[in-house]
């Protein structure tokens, strides 16, 4: 086996469990307590990862904008039918509202939801993984700083990934281990880029497109109405606070890889 090849897939293995395993010890160490409260930072992250990261990027690319529009409804539009279709279904019915579901309901339907999350994380870490072949094919050097780069930004989306998780009533085992199944989608980014690097490249524009729609789909239409539940004044100053965090922690990151 090539080393070039060897690199580019032990170096995306080393960003994903590195991401994971810090985004991990604080979500359910310090944050684990807070996760009605980590709601709003994870609605930070993931609108400002979409609209401030990933779309900015797919549009600056060759890509037809038309056509990147086009992939962009058409992830909004699928993920609201999978929701009807009940494959992704989440009601946000809640405990005592009198609907007289029977117990556990709120798990097992906010649980549907969450596999949301994951979708548009593995798209993300796919494109994750052909930018780093990139990188490795041209220099090796450069392929060890888009390593560390993916790693920095990649930290407070999982995190917010498992709050997303967390709050969708995953076990802390659950979340740790589809969100690493998920991070196996970049190494087969690296695995295709390497071979197909002048295809895989073209398809980025509309994957990084696809991500975002489910994070701003769920961010939108999961997330956001919850926060409306506590709408007291107080509440919504802490709810704002977050958001405004989560989104400043994604412009920080910008800014120093930049």
Same mark, same amino acid.
């Given at each position: 086996?090539?080393?070039?090849?060897?690199? =580019?897939?032990?170096? @995306?293995?080393?960003?994903?469990?590195?991401? =994971?395993?810090?985004?991990?010890?604080?979500?359910?160490?310090?944050?684990?307590?807070?996760?009605? /409260?980590?709601?709003?930072?994870?609605?930070?992250?993931?609108?400002?990862?979409?609209?401030? #990261?990933?779309?900015?990027?797919?549009?600056?690319?060759? +890509?037809?904008?038309?056509?990147?529009?086009?992939?962009?409804?058409?992830?909004?539009?699928?993920?609201?039918?999978?929701?009807?279709?009940? $494959?992704?279904? #989440?009601?946000?019915?809640?405990?005592?509202?009198?609907?007289? #579901?029977? @117990?556990?309901?709120?798990?097992?339907?906010?649980?549907?939801?969450?596999?949301?999350? !994951?979708?548009?994380?593995?798209?993300?870490?796919?494109?994750?993984?052909?930018?780093?072949?990139?990188?490795? $094919?041209?220099?090796?050097?450069?392929?060890?700083?888009?390593?560390?780069?993916?790693?920095?930004?990649?930290?407070?989306?999982?995190?917010?990934?498992?709050?997303?998780?967390? @709050?969708?009533?995953?076990?802390?085992?659950?979340? $740790?281990?589809? @969100?690493?199944?998920?991070?196996? +989608?970049?190494?087969?980014?690296? !695995? !295709?880029?390497?071979?197909?690097?002048?295809?895989?490249?073209?398809?980025?524009?509309?994957?990084?497109?696809?991500?975002?729609?489910?994070? =701003?789909?769920?961010?939108?239409?999961?997330?956001?109405?919850?926060? *409306? /539940? /506590?709408?007291?004044?107080?509440?919504?100053?802490? *709810?704002?606070?977050? =958001?405004?965090?989560?989104?400043?922690?994604?412009?920080?990151?910008?800014?120093?890889? #930049?």
């Amino acid at each position: 086996m090539d080393s070039t090849l060897v690199y =580019i897939l032990l170096a @995306n293995l080393a960003a994903g469990a590195v991401s =994971i395993t810090s985004a991990a010890l604080l979500s359910f160490g310090l944050l684990t307590h807070l996760v009605h /409260r980590m709601v709003s930072f994870s609605v930070g992250l993931l609108l400002a990862t979409a609209l401030l #990261h990933a779309l900015p990027e797919a549009f600056e690319s060759d +890509a037809d904008p038309h056509l990147l529009c086009v992939f962009l409804l058409s992830g909004l539009l699928g993920f609201f039918l999978l929701e009807k279709l009940t $494959l992704l279904r #989440h009601s946000h019915h809640h405990e005592g509202d009198g609907h007289g #579901h029977h @117990n556990g309901h709120d798990a097992e339907s906010a649980g549907k939801s969450g596999w949301m999350v !994951l979708v548009g994380d593995g798209f993300h870490n796919f494109v994750d993984g052909v930018l780093v072949a990139a990188a490795f $094919l041209t220099d090796p050097q450069l392929g060890v700083v888009a390593a560390l780069a993916i790693v920095a930004h990649e930290i407070p989306q999982e995190i917010g990934d498992f709050m997303v998780l967390l @709050n969708a009533g995953f076990s802390k085992k659950r979340a $740790l281990c589809y @969100n690493f199944i998920s991070t196996l +989608a970049a190494v087969l980014g690296g !695995l !295709l880029g390497y071979f197909l690097l002048e295809h895989t490249l073209s398809w980025v524009p509309y994957l990084l497109v696809l991500a975002s729609s489910s994070f =701003i789909y769920i961010a939108v239409s999961d997330l956001m109405p919850q926060m *409306q /539940r /506590r709408a007291t004044w107080g509440e919504s100053c802490i *709810q704002i606070f977050l =958001i405004a965090a989560g989104v400043s922690v994604v412009l920080l990151i910008q800014y120093v890889s #930049h």
